[in-house]
């Protein structure tokens, strides 16, 4: 079983900047892509951020590429989302996912099997 476990979320103004970390525990890490997910009230839920179990750059959604970036950290088991240049429209619960399957990198909500329990980011104009 895998657990996942936010934190970071908050209330912040527009333009402002913050740091969600998602610590996993349960099975290797190294092996398994992981990814943020955001959503808002009435939407559906919609891809962030993806980070190859490799580490890299990372996968971003148009709306927060060149804003945010994910990185991860193996030996602690966790992966970061560092969200600058904040707008109202990033406003949602925030839930980090780990891939069910090892060695590959998506952004489909479909292929993420392990959840946290979100955190919420509220940005005020």
């Known amino acids: 079983q895998v657990q996942l476990v936010e934190s970071g979320g908050g209330l912040v103004q527009a333009g402002d900047s913050l740091r969600l970390s998602c610590a996993a525990s349960?099975?290797?890490?190294?092996?398994?892509?992981m990814g943020w997910f955001r959503q808002a009230p009435g939407k559906e839920r919609e891809f962030v951020a993806a980070?190859?179990?490799?580490?890299?750059?990372?996968y971003y959604a148009d709306s927060v590429k060149g804003r945010f970036t994910i990185s991860r950290d193996n030996a602690k088991n966790t992966v970061y989302l560092q969200m600058t240049s904040l707008e109202p429209e990033d406003t949602a619960v925030y839930y980090c996912?780990?891939?069910?399957?090892?060695?590959?990198?998506?952004?489909?909500?479909?292929?993420?099997?392990?959840w946290g329990q979100g955190t919420q980011v509220t940005v005020s104009s």
């Open positions: 980070i190859s179990w490799r580490g890299g750059s990372g």
């Open positions: 349960g099975r290797t890490f190294n092996n398994y892509a």
């Open positions: 996912a780990a891939d069910q399957r090892p060695y590959r990198t998506s952004s489909r909500v479909g292929e993420y099997g392990y």
